[in-house]
């Protein structure tokens, strides 16, 4: 890949030129949702996330409004890692 002059507009940027930059921005989300997104988290099972769910241990990481569930990924791998 060729390097991008950074003073290119980006809507002069090819569709692989922008990949590129977004790449480099390294963006992450922030926070994973319901519990295929907790198992995500963890590396785990469904089944295994929703027991950790309901044990408790990661409630400063979880916000749930009904059956929405929200969660800190860095909060939750925090809380998860002092067990």
Do not use: H, R
């Amino acid at each position: 890949m060729k390097n991008i002059d950074l003073t290119t507009p980006i809507w002069q940027l090819t569709v692989e030129e922008f990949l590129q930059v977004s790449k480099n921005i390294g963006y992450e989300k922030k926070y994973e949702y319901g519990l295929k997104g907790l198992a995500k988290i963890l590396g785990c099972s469904v089944s295994k996330a929703s027991e950790v769910k309901s044990s408790g241990l990661l409630d400063k990481a979880i916000t749930q409004n009904g059956n929405i569930i929200i969660i800190d990924k860095e909060k939750a791998l925090e809380l998860f890692g002092k067990k």
